[in-house]
């Protein structure tokens, strides 16, 4: 099955932190009254400052370390390795050589004291489920929790046959469908850069008589572009983006109707739809 999600802009934009400083029916006249390119502008720039704030700490755990030496000398080696590896700009696959159980502690540590929460891979209360995915710490309304990592199928590629024998079926539901018609494959994460947050996807739906408590909300990683006085553009710092957690199946063209430049990368987020505080996240699959 193909999890597909859409939403009103003015629904999406009240949950976010730019609208926190506003009462609900203020904020709800304000953006209403807002064009679309508008709200997209202020949602994807909300968005984007955090995603870029997430990026940021878990450069910084990965540029330091050799600080695993003092947290676990046992993984002196793989600490030094790690401090080499980032100062050539070589960015490992799911830390598996870079000090191991250490490392993430040390990411989850990092990620605490940046977003005052992180997240966790642990069996779901729902009976059967299996894992879920879990907030650790206090997450407020607004809070990106989750990123969709895998390859990312265009609309262009996904009409052909051959693409679609790769997509379909899709018995976990692992596929999460855009509203442009831009596909997700959590399935295939192979030669995507590892991020802590790319599991959304491990998400489960709410049980009966509960309601979810994030919504899937489409993201578009954009290029670095410059600033004058007179525009200021929503961007992403070149060095950061082997935090990127996807990659094309197949690039994009002009001729399939890729037509915007500043778009490095379309993907898709979970944000919280209220305050979540050391607890199972759900999302709706319908």
């Known amino acids: 099955m193909l999890c597909q999600y859409s939403a ?31 709200l997209k502008a202020r ?8 995603i870029v ?11 330091g370390g050799a ?8 993984h002196a080696n793989e600490a030094k390795r790690a401090a080499i590896a980032s100062a050539a700009g070589v960015y ?54 989750g990123l969709f990592s895998g390859l990312v199928y265009a609309p262009q590629y996904v009409r052909r046959p051959e693409y679609q024998a790769e997509l379909f ?7 999460i469908m855009r509203y442009d018609n831009y596909i997700i494959d959590g ?28 919504m899937q909300v489409a993201y578009d990683y954009p290029t670095e572009v410059g600033s004058t006085a007179a525009t200021t553009r929503t961007t992403y710092p070149a060095e950061l983006r082997p935090y990127v957690p996807n990659q094309y199946r197949a ?9 915007d430049s500043t778009v490095m990368m379309e993907s898709m987020v979970l944000v919280a739809t209220t305050d979540l505080q050391d607890e199972e996240v759900f999302m709706n699959y319908r």
């Open 53 to 63: 704030d997430i990026a940021k700490a878990i450069d910084k755990v990965h540029r």
């Open 92 to 145: 490992l696959d799911q830390w598996s050589t870079s000090g191991g159980a250490a490392m993430k502690a040390l990411l989850q540590r990092e990620l605490r004291a940046t977003l005052g929460y992180s997240v966790a891979l642990k069996p779901s209360r729902l009976k059967g489920a299996g894992l879920g995915l879990w907030v650790e710490g206090y997450a407020p309304t607004g809070s990106v929790i």
């Open 187 to 214: 399935r295939k994460t192979q030669g995507c850069n590892w991020h802590p947050l790319g599991v959304a996807s491990m998400a489960n739906h709410p049980p009966e008589g509960r309601l979810p408590n994030v």
């Open 169 to 175: 079926p899709d018995d976990n539901m692992q596929l």
């Open 251 to 259: 690039v994009p063209t002009f001729w399939g109707g890729k037509i």
């Open 8 to 38: 009103p802009l003015h629904h999406i934009i009240i949950i976010s932190k730019a609208g926190r400083d506003f009462n609900a029916v203020a904020t709800f006249n304000e953006v209403s009254a807002l064009s679309l390119h508008t």
């Open 67 to 74: 600080q695993l030496h003092a947290i676990d000398p046992a």
């Open 43 to 50: 949602l994807q720039g909300d968005i984007n400052t955090q």
